[in-house]
Structure formats: structure tokens, C-alpha cells
């Protein structure tokens, strides 16, 4: 069975440092992974997504995550951090050809100005 | 623009009540999915569907049913609300599988007293 860890519910950061939110996942096969971002009272919207290839993926917003194979990571960073982007951020997975995506608990981003 | 609309966005019902929530999107796309979100579980898959007519079970069934008569619509029917079934729920589309981004609607917040 697939599987995300989001091992942080909160991550706190001041607004222009650089951000980091965790993901750790445990797929069979090769993986897609993706990041959605949700505003309060929104539905997710999509980040950015892993398929194949160059482990620096860059996506909306200025952010880009890196994936890790031999750590089983998909971390979300950003370099410089805005108040704008304080929201709830998932991860989610899903194993090449297996039909659903499986989703983490989220990690709540809040930028202190 | 393409979009996809869930309706009510607030729903307050009692206990033993039947309740459906729309959802509805003009994307044209084939798959189209329910998840409910509650804290500290992040989203989980209720159904799916991968086409007109075609409807398969989540990691939540219990105690919702789908139905897909065309594309654009696929509604879920809580036969006999319980509270809990108290959640915020979210309908997602995909033109396709594997690495193909799921869009989501803005949300039903359902209340079961």
C-alpha cells in the first residue's frame, strides 16, 4: 500500500527566510508525487508535480521541490518566504499505473511578518 | 473558463436524513472523485469514477453512494446522515491517470446534528 508522511502540522517561518515543508512517502514502483496549497475556506490547488527526470521540480508561486529517491522525499522549499503564501500544504502520491492518489495529513505553512 | 462547482457550499442536516451533495464540472473531464477532509486524517477518498456509468469505492464508503449519468456530474448521496459525517467535502476531476493533476471544487461543509 501506498503511503504519505507530512511529519510536521505546523511549520512557522518569517516573512523573506526560506521555507521548507516535508514529505516522506513509501510507494512500490516509481512514484508521482505532487504538492497542492489551500487557502482557507478553498479547495487544494495544484503546486507542482514529480513524474520522471530532473529531481528539482519548479512549480506556481516560486515554489520547487526536490526529490530524493534513496530517502523516499519530496520536499516543498521556497527561498524567500511571503506572508501570501501562509496556508495548509499537501502532499500527495501515486504509484505509476495504480489508480488513486493518496494524500497526507497537510502541513499548516504560517509566514510571520 | 472550465470550472467545477459543488453545491450548497453550508449544509446543516439531522441525524437518519438522506443528503446529496452536486458536484459538477465543465473540464469534459472522464475521472472525477469525492474526499472528505477532517483534521488530522488530511483528505480521503470516498469514490471515484472513471466514466459515465462507471463507479468504484474509496477508503470511505461506508454509508455514501455515487452515481455517474454523464460526465459532468457526479453526485453524492448520504443515505442516512450520522454525525460522523460531519466533514468539509471535496469533489476533484482528471482528464486522465497517473501523473495528470486532479482539480478541485470550493468545498461542501456538511454538519450532522
Known amino acids: 500500500a501506498q503511503s504519505v508522511a507530512q511529519p510536521e502540522d505546523q511549520v512557522n517561518v518569517a516573512e523573506g527566510n526560506p521555507l521548507t515543508v516535508k514529505c516522506t512517502y513509501s510507494?512500490?514502483?516509481?512514484?508521482?508525487l505532487f504538492w497542492y496549497v489551500q487557502y482557507p475556506n478553498r479547495g487544494l490547488q495544484f503546486l507542482l508535480k514529480?513524474?520522471?527526470?530532473?529531481?528539482l521540480v519548479k512549480g506556481s508561486y516560486g515554489f520547487e521541490a526536490e526529490f530524493n529517491k534513496s530517502q523516499t522525499s519530496f520536499h516543498l522549499k521556497k527561498p524567500s518566504a511571503l506572508v501570501s503564501d501562509s496556508a495548509l500544504y499537501f502532499c500527495a502520491v501515486r504509484a505509476g499505473g495504480y489508480q488513486k492518489v493518496t494524500f497526507g495529513t497537510g502541513t499548516k505553512l504560517q509566514v510571520i511578518p | 473558463d472550465a470550472e467545477i462547482t459543488q453545491s450548497p457550499r453550508h449544509k446543516i442536516t439531522e441525524t437518519g436524513r438522506q443528503v446529496t451533495l452536486a458536484c459538477h464540472q465543465t473540464?469534459?473531464?472522464?475521472?472525477m472523485f469525492w474526499y472528505r477532509q477532517d483534521l488530522g486524517h488530511g483528505l480521503r477518498l470516498i469514490h471515484y469514477?472513471?466514466?459515465?456509468?462507471?463507479?468504484n469505492k474509496g477508503e470511505v464508503s461506508d454509508g455514501y453512494s455515487v452515481s455517474r449519468s454523464n460526465t459532468e456530474d457526479l453526485p453524492l448521496t448520504l443515505e442516512s446522515a450520522a454525525s460522523s459525517q460531519t466533514s468539509v467535502y471535496f469533489c476533484?476531476?482528471?482528464?486522465?491517470?497517473?501523473?495528470?493533476?486532479?482539480?478541485f471544487g470550493p468545498g461542501t461543509r456538511l454538519t450532522v446534528l
Open positions: 469514477s472513471y466514466g459515465v456509468h462507471d463507479t
Open positions: 473540464w469534459n473531464h472522464n475521472n
Open positions: 510507494v512500490s514502483g516509481n512514484p508521482y
Open positions: 514529480y513524474i520522471t527526470g530532473d529531481n
Open positions: 476533484a476531476s482528471s482528464v486522465g491517470l497517473g501523473a495528470d493533476t486532479q482539480y
